[in-house]
């Protein structure tokens, strides 16, 4: 199993760009998250799905979009890049979609928007 | 969820035990006290949870006081790949909020 897969691993957008992070995970997680983290900060959480077709709001909602159309993918997308949305963004995935407190994370994307 | 005090800092040799503390003294009887670790510019890793039982893996061991107000985690054999954030979780399982990371303990291991 390659477990939970991000890519890029680097990205650098203009403000007002938009763009698409993917996420993947092969051991059949039905739960998905991302979170952002800023500098010397904790993880604050995005979006998130329990299953296929299903996915809400997190702490930090706005600026982004989500959809889980199967369930091995859950995409971030952002709708118009802005300098505060520079962080590094991580997904992880859960095996139960309820007992979601065990997590597995994948290894990150750089985001520098100027 | 129960707020969570660490130190922000620990030193620790190579090859000797490495002693995490983490206090939770409001905890409530249904939660549970989870550990993630996150090496430098990686994304977290979870290590261990538990209950009220002391609990051991591959990873590491987990010591909770009889009172459950504060835990230990416990790596028996710390390496240089050790040297990480760990995260100190305090939930209960089944939450529907996601997991709060907050400032964690900084462990450096010292060869």
């Known amino acids: 199993n390659a477990g939970v897969t991000q890519t890029p691993k680097f990205q650098v957008l203009k403000t007002g760009q938009s763009m698409t992070l993917q996420c993947a995970q092969d051991?059949?997680?039905?739960?998905m998250s991302w979170y952002r983290q800023d500098p010397g900060m904790g993880l604050r959480l995005i979006h998130y799905?329990?299953?296929?077709?299903?996915?809400d709001q997190g702490e930090v909602p706005n600026g982004y979009n989500v959809s889980r159309s199967t369930t091995e993918d859950f995409p971030l997308r952002l709708l118009s890049a802005a300098p505060s949305q520079t962080s590094v963004y991580f997904c992880?995935?859960?095996?139960?979609?309820?007992?979601?407190?065990?997590?597995?994370f994948g290894p990150g994307t750089r985001l520098l928007v100027l | 969820d129960a707020k969570t005090t660490q130190p922000p800092s620990m030193d620790c040799a190579e090859g000797r035990a490495a002693n995490l503390p983490c206090n939770h003294s409001t905890i409530s009887g249904n939660e549970y006290v989870y550990w993630y670790r996150q090496i430098h510019s990686q994304g977290p890793q979870y290590i261990i949870h538990?209950?009220?039982n002391n609990e051991t893996n591959e990873m590491a061991s987990l010591i909770i006081t009889e009172d459950r107000k504060s835990s230990t985690l416990i790596l028996p054999h710390a390496t240089l790949r050790d040297t990480a954030v760990y995260y100190c979780?305090?939930?209960?399982?089944?939450?529907?909020?996601?997991?709060?990371f907050g400032s964690g303990t900084r462990l450096q291991v010292q060869p």
């Open positions: 538990g209950l009220k």
């Open positions: 979780i305090v939930r209960v399982v089944r939450g529907r909020r996601a997991l709060t």
């Open positions: 799905s329990v299953g296929a077709g299903i996915t």
């Open positions: 992880a995935s859960s095996p139960d979609r309820v007992a979601k407190e065990t997590q597995y």
């Open positions: 051991m059949n997680h039905e739960y």
